[in-house]
């Protein structure tokens, strides 16, 4: 929808306090979409604070203004809560209290927030979203320390511009961060680079675990709690995991399963490459996200978990193979 006026006076216009938040286990676009919409804000004088219910994942933590990011729930009431790179502020995972909310997002579907929403399927990441609202407000507010946020988001979302939500627009985007000071190898560096000896060994584990099915075409991970804790690492440290799955020759899909501190709950990961819409799958378990890039949360046993993804992941290949035909 394309709502960019509307949502730039709305921000405008508000004189009270405003919070920022972003999705439960936060990811690079979630967290560089609140960043630089934050400083920006606060750059105009804005009363905005930040807050999400998970930790920031130690390679987004060079971030400008990170260690501002507050826990949720906060005892506080706000007069306009803000959620970015969410379908809706059940994805927060946690009660936000305000008298007005706002969504910020590029997932398809969704909730509608308010009239004042800006949501865009269409663009390669929420950071693109967040990138022309503050074009549009004030394009010589935007300096380097914003940049670094909107380019980090946008270079994770989109797997290092490998997935197929990539457009002209997200070159033409990441072309006009740089040239407003964003350093894209210091920052695949900074995201990339930088894993802890206990994440190798989380990563090892997940690996051994291994499963291949339907003929080569499907790939899966898990991640138990046991190895988590065996480790010393932590659950924010298994993002990117799962590529280690999709980039295998011949896999069509890919996901991994991470167990929750319950035990009974796994939050899954999938991945596509272009030819079957895992956001469909996810659709399926309740929840969401990109044609390449989605996820969910299941209850059951390990076994039977994978059994339910295997079996929708598998109804699509075949959907898709028949519309082929």
Known sequence: ???????????????????????????????????????????????????????????????????????LPLPDSFDLAVVLDAAGFYRVDAPVQAKEYMRIDHHIDGVQESENDYVDPEAAATTVVVGRLLKEWDENSIDHRIATCLYTGLLTDTNSFRHNNVNEEAFEFARYLVSKGVN??????????????????????????????????????????????????????????????????????????????????WRVSLRGKGRINVQKIAKRFGGG????????????????????????????????SKVSV
Do not use: W
Request: aromatic share 6%.
């Open 1 to 71: 929808m394309d709502n960019i006026n509307k949502t730039v006076e709305r921000l405008k216009k508000e004189d009270g306090k405003i919070l920022l938040a972003t999705h439960h286990n936060p990811d690079g676009d979630g967290i560089g979409s609140m960043l630089a919409l934050y400083l920006f804000l606060k750059e105009k004088g804005k009363n905005v604070r930040m807050a999400m219910k998970d930790p920031v994942p130690h390679i987004y933590d060079f971030l400008p203004e990170v260690d501002r990011i507050e826990k």
């Open 184 to 265: 894209p190898s210091q920052v695949a560096s900074l995201v990339f680079e930088r894993n802890k000896p206990a994440v190798i060994h989380l990563l090892n584990k997940a690996l051994s675990t291994l499963q291949i099915d339907y003929g080569g075409k499907i790939a899966s991970l898990s991640v138990r709690r046991e190895f988590i804790e065996g480790t010393g690492a932590s659950e924010e440290d298994t993002e990117g995991f799962v590529n280690f799955a999709r980039s295998l020759d011949g896999v069509e899909v890919a996901f991994i399963i991470i167990q929750k501190e319950d035990r009974k709950t």
């Open 289 to 320: 996200g990109h044609r390449d890039a989605a996820g969910c949360r299941i209850e059951g046993d390990e076994k039977t978990v994978k059994e339910k993804l295997i079996g929708a992941i598998k109804e699509e290949i075949e959907k898709q």
